[in-house]
């Protein structure tokens, strides 16, 4: 069940039928989004799927650096991708332009 702070119902009506967030797993706690969206690509779970948390207790960033991440301070989320192997190396780059957008 999400806190009171995070409503899933209500990003769930905002994302519609989109590709990505058509289906959304809610951790109040996780080790890590990463692992768990992994974890779930191989067990087949479809493209699109958004891994979102509110505090990840083994968290890393980029080359398996510490990530600090504050219970309930920032959003913590992994999205299942599957991009053709061409695709794959721009698929950071438009991720962050996406959040950028997003966000801004």
Excluded: C
């Amino acid at each position: 069940m999400a806190s009171a702070d995070f409503d899933i119902d209500a990003l769930r009506l905002a994302l519609g039928d989109r590709l990505i967030g058509r289906r959304l797993v809610y951790h109040e706690r996780v080790t890590s989004t990463m692992d768990e969206a992994r974890r779930l690509a191989e067990a087949g779970e479809p493209e699109g799927t958004v891994v979102i948390a509110e505090d990840q207790t083994a968290a890393r960033g980029r080359f398996d650096r510490p990530w600090v991440s504050p219970p309930g301070e920032n959003l913590y989320f992994s999205v299942v991708l599957k991009p053709a192997l061409e695709q794959l190396p721009y698929a950071n780059m438009a991720a962050a332009l996406a959040v950028a957008r997003a966000v801004g």
